[in-house]
């Protein structure tokens, strides 16, 4: 699977948007971009994943360049709840193996 | 669905007794991942099951872990004999068809 680079920390204002970028440059015309999170003593969650197109569900956003080296996970309106881990994660669809770096610690703050 | 459930939520044991940890997956998910965290290490994938087999044991440290899938709704993982390092917490994760994972809430284990 294909390497990313995050960001160690971000911090956001409540109730403003939180725009989380993640780099995966050698990532192959067949991986996925996986959003996951993990709030403080949880199990991760999944968040949003997509190939090419930008993708919209009900926790987020998710923005991938044309080239496809770079994508930028959208929360609208952050909420402390948001306060977690993120890991920004490259893979095959449906293949088995699901690798966690070290992500991003965003801090939403009143 | 109550999703995935491991027990105990916290186990504190002694250096060099036995620990079992337990997972019950969501029910019709056909893969089920073991992963440990700590501080230095991150998330770590220690092993994983399809269809109750084992199908990758690479990330298992050594030959004190064990784990196994006797049938579709059960997996346990045994450390013996356990050791001060083999303290943190162990999550199961179960998925359908490899896709999106769902996570247990984690067991918090501390060897003393």
């Known amino acids: 699977d294909a390497k990313t680079t995050q960001p160690p920390s971000m911090d956001c204002a409540e109730g403003r948007a939180a725009n989380l970028p993640c780099n995966h440059s050698?990532?192959?015309?067949?991986?996925?971009v996986y959003w996951y999170r993990q709030i403080h003593s949880q199990g991760p969650q999944y968040i949003i994943h997509g190939l090419k197109n930008n993708e919209t569900n009900e926790m987020a956003s998710l923005i991938i360049t044309e080239d496809r080296k770079s994508s930028t996970l959208i929360l609208p309106h952050a909420t402390l709840r948001d306060t977690a881990v993120y890991y920004c994660i490259v893979r095959v669809a449906d293949k088995d193996k699901l690798v966690f770096g070290t992500g991003t610690i965003l801090r939403v703050k009143s | 669905d109550a999703g995935v459930i491991q027990s105990p939520r916290h186990e504190v044991t002694e250096m060099g007794q036995e620990v079992t940890l337990r997972c019950k997956p969501i029910s019709g998910h056909d893969y089920l991942f073991w992963y440990r965290q700590t501080m230095m290490r991150g998330l770590e994938l220690l092993i994983y099951?399809?269809?109750?087999?084992?199908?990758?044991d690479s990330g298992m440290p050594e030959d004190r872990f064990s784990a196994k899938m006797p049938n579709a709704s059960f997996s346990t993982l045994k450390i013996q004999p356990s050791e001060p390092r083999d303290s943190a917490v162990y999550f199961c994760?179960?998925?359908?068809?490899?896709?999106?994972?769902?996570f247990g809430s984690g067991t918090r284990l501390t060897v003393v």
């Open positions: 050698t990532i192959s015309g067949n991986e996925y």
């Open positions: 994760a179960s998925s359908l068809s490899g896709d999106g994972y769902t």
């Open positions: 099951f399809n269809n109750n087999v084992p199908i990758d």
